[in-house]
């Protein structure tokens, strides 16, 4: 092999991938490994962070396998990775003390309720730009302190170190070596200043975290050392969270553009560029990337639960086999039914905020059945965007003219077409729908020179452009259907369950 390539290690969620691109920036090869979902209790979700390690070597070594990689073939690596998910580990034996602390994840809800309580909402904000949420990384960090036994001593003793799993997977290629982050995964911590790019005493203080257990925070396109392989060393030279890895693969480098990943949960980002703008509806401000020390900052809007809502129809409710097949059976829907689904399985995210809503099905009827129910679903998270894109341009100032889309779920055309039609914009669909792992491409070959900002603007080649069909006058009747579901499934459990 002549040409030099980059591989992306691209962690995310549900699975472990590795992809290998060339300097056009097309992919060459893709090897994934799916791993275990953890749901101890009602609301809690963890993985095994020995495990999301494992899968994620795995695939990186089936990837040089398969590919016949030598180390001077490969000019970085890049990561990107699930955020917010939390592991605490022992920096002497390299073990993880408690399970990884999924984002989805609820335990902490009622102590995030206590923190607001006691006066601490604005100075969060002004801070993080953050809404205080279970979501974020720092009461996960104190919940795994305060109940895994000896953690609080062993972390007042300096022997824990804390990491989301970017600094996991980087400490472990590096074999220790390394404990670093980038700022934007430091910033979905609730423990960074995103104003100076910082670790920020008074919250490390409030969610009782020693400093001593935190990553150096750098650049994401930067150095985070490096992996010996066959005995020589290749650097790990870009590291993002995946929702801003993706907004950079989508080449939204001037503010104001953005684009939307439908995942496991969808995840609107919008470039502000070097100054935050704080929501007036519920939207995060954060850290979109570091690059020669300048923060570019974005606002973000989370929907927890999207493509997740699909796995519950092909896994609990076992309507379908496959992801794709949500697609055929929706199709065979009454074309008059009025089933609404409320995916609301982890509370709701922007720009409702509600950790106490919960999952509903309205609007049933004799005649309901599978295809309506899964049609639903797949409605819902196109509603679930359009709350949070109408959030984002009141907030910005800023109408968009069509939607960039990208992740796993959007290769449904039902669905992109309904995107469509909800927000009554054209939705484009690129033909790479890999941006995440593009995006740490990106970050990773930039620093080692192997593209060069200019090279990055190669036009983004759509594959498909779904248009508005579906009349404005049905469209606002669906949606008014929409929220009377959304309020009716709003703080269904109590606080303290
Ligand atoms: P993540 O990076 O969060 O693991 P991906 O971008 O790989 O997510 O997308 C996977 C998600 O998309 C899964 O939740 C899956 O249920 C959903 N999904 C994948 N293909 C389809 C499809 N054709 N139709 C609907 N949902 C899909």
Known sequence: MTEQLIIALDQGTTSSRAVLFNHAADIVDVSQQEFTQHYPKSGWVEHDANEIWDTQFMVLQKLVANNQLRPQDIAAIGITNQRETTVVWNKNTGQPVHNAIVWQDRRTAAKCDAITAAGWKEKILEKTGLVIDAYFSASKVQWILDNVEGARAQADAGELLFGTVDTWVIWKLTEGAVHATDPSNAARTMLLNINTGEWDQELLDLFTVPAS??????????????????????????????????????????????????GTGCFLLMNTGAERIDSESGLLSTIAWSIDGKITYALEGSVFIAGAAV??????????????????????????????????????????WDMYARGAIFGLTRDSGRPEIAKATLQSLAYQIFDVLKAMESDSGIELSQLNVDGGAIANDFLAQFQADVLQKPVTRPKVLESTALGAAYLAGLKVGYWQMKDLTKVREVEREFKPKLSIEKVAALLKQWHKAVARSRQWIDADE
């Open 213 to 262: 257990m935190l990553p150096q925070v750098r650049d994401s396109s930067g150095d985070f050392g490096s992996v010996s392989f066959q005995g020589q060393d290749v650097a790990i030279a870009g590291v993002a969270g995946d929702q801003q890895a993706a907004l950079f693969g989508q080449t939204c480098f001037a503010k104001g553009m953005a684009k939307n990943t439908y």
């Open 311 to 352: 796995q519950w129809l092909r896994d609990e409710l076992e309507f379908i086999q496959t992801a794709s097949e949500s697609e055929a059976l929706a199709l065979e829907a009454n074309p008059e039914s009025d089933v609404v689904v409320v995916p609301a399985f982890a509370g709701l995210g922007a720009p409702h």
